[in-house]
C-alpha cells in the first residue's frame, strides 16, 4: 500500500530543529536585541567616567530616590489594599461580590493614564472635590493640592495596580480546603488564628509574586506621573524622557535606561522565582 501524498511531503519537508529556531530568533534579533545592543553600546561611548559621571550626578540620584519610594510605597499599598479586598472576595461573601470581581478582572485592561486623568477630574484643582470645597468653604484657592506631589502619584498607581496583586491572592486562596478553615473554626480558632495559620501561608507566595510585579511595574511607570502632571516628580522614566526627547542627550538617557534594565530584570527574576514557587506549591495554572 502506498502513503498517502501529505505524508509524503510531510516528511520530504522536516527540517532539523536548529532551523526552524531562525525565524523567532531573527525577529527577537531584530525588534529586540539589535535595540538593546544599540542602547548598551551608546550608553558606553563616553567610557566609564562618563557612567560614573551620570550616576552620581544629584538630578540622578534624586530620581533614583523618587523612584524607589514611589515604587516601594505603591506597591505597599497595593499588598495592604489587595491583600483586605482578596480575603473579603474569597472567605466573606456579600452581595455584588462577584459582580466586583469581574469587574476587577475588566480594570486590569485600562491604560494606566486612565487612572490619572480619572483622578484628576476629582481630585484635580479645578475637579469635582475641589470645586464644592471652593463652594462650601468660599475660598478661590483649591484646598486639595496632593495630587501633582509624591502623594498623588502614589495613590494612582496603587488604584491601578492593586488587581495585579488581588487576582494572584485569589487564585491561591481558591486553593484552600474550605474543610479546613470549618474544622479550625470548630475547633475554636478564632478569625485572626485562622487568617494566621491558613490564610497566609497560602497567600505568601502570591504575595511575593504580586509585589515583585508590582514593584517591577511602579518603578518603570511613565503614564500616570506624565498625565498628572507632577513636575516636582522626576523618576527614572521621567528622567530619561527629558534627556532624550527635551535635552537630546543620547548618551546620558542610555546609562539611565541601562541602569532601569538592570533593575527591572533583577526584580523579574525576582518575580519568576515566586511565581514558580506559587505554580509548584500549589498547581495553579497562572
Same mark, same amino acid.
Given at each position: 500500500m502506498s502513503t498517502p501524498l501529505p505524508l509524503r511531503i510531510r516528511r520530504g519537508l522536516r527540517l532539523p530543529r536548529t532551523l526552524?529556531?531562525?525565524?523567532?530568533? /531573527?525577529?527577537?534579533g531584530l &525588534?529586540?536585541?539589535?535595540? #538593546?545592543?544599540? #542602547?548598551?553600546?551608546?550608553? #558606553?561611548?563616553?567610557?566609564?567616567? @562618563?557612567?560614573?559621571?551620570v550616576l552620581h550626578a544629584p538630578i540622578f540620584l534624586s530620581a533614583l530616590g523618587h523612584t524607589l519610594q514611589i515604587g516601594l510605597l505603591s506597591t505597599l499599598g497595593c499588598l495592604l489594599l489587595g491583600g483586605v479586598l482578596a480575603v473579603l472576595l474569597a472567605f466573606v461573601p456579600f452581595p455584588g461580590s462577584s459582580l466586583l470581581s469581574r469587574f476587577i478582572d475588566a480594570f486590569l485592561a485600562y491604560p494606566s493614564f486612565l487612572i490619572a486623568l480619572s483622578l484628576t477630574f476629582i481630585y484635580g484643582a479645578a475637579g469635582?472635590?475641589?470645586? =464644592?470645597?471652593?463652594?462650601?468653604? @468660599? %475660598? =478661590?484657592?483649591?484646598p486639595l493640592n496632593f495630587l501633582y506631589t509624591t502623594t498623588g502619584v502614589v495613590l494612582a498607581e496603587t488604584t491601578f495596580y492593586t488587581p495585579f496583586v488581588l487576582r494572584l491572592l485569589l487564585a491561591a486562596f481558591g486553593t484552600i480546603e474550605r474543610a479546613q478553615i470549618?474544622? /479550625?473554626?470548630? #475547633?475554636?480558632? =478564632?478569625p485572626w488564628q485562622v487568617l494566621r495559620e491558613i490564610i497566609a501561608p497560602a497567600a505568601l507566595p502570591a504575595l511575593l509574586a504580586g509585589g515583585s510585579l508590582t514593584?517591577?511595574? %511602579?518603578?518603570?511607570?511613565?503614564?500616570?506621573?506624565?498625565?498628572?502632571g507632577?513636575?516636582? &516628580?522626576i523618576t527614572l522614566p521621567m528622567l530619561i524622557y527629558g534627556k532624550a526627547i527635551q535635552e537630546f542627550d543620547y548618551a546620558q538617557a542610555s546609562v539611565i535606561a541601562v541602569v532601569s534594565i538592570v533593575l527591572s530584570l533583577a526584580l523579574y527574576a525576582l518575580y519568576r522565582l515566586s511565581f514558580n514557587r506559587l505554580q509548584r506549591d500549589h498547581a495553579l495554572p497562572l
Open positions: 526552524w529556531l531562525l525565524p523567532p530568533l /531573527a525577529v527577537l &525588534v529586540f536585541f539589535f535595540p #538593546l545592543y544599540e #542602547l548598551v553600546q551608546q550608553s #558606553l561611548s563616553g567610557g566609564a567616567a @562618563h557612567y560614573l559621571r469635582l472635590v475641589n470645586a =464644592s470645597l471652593m463652594q462650601l468653604l @468660599h %475660598t =478661590s484657592v483649591p470549618e474544622v /479550625a473554626q470548630s #475547633l475554636g480558632a =478564632s514593584l517591577m511595574l %511602579t518603578l518603570n511607570e511613565f503614564g500616570i506621573i506624565f498625565y498628572l507632577a513636575k516636582g &516628580v
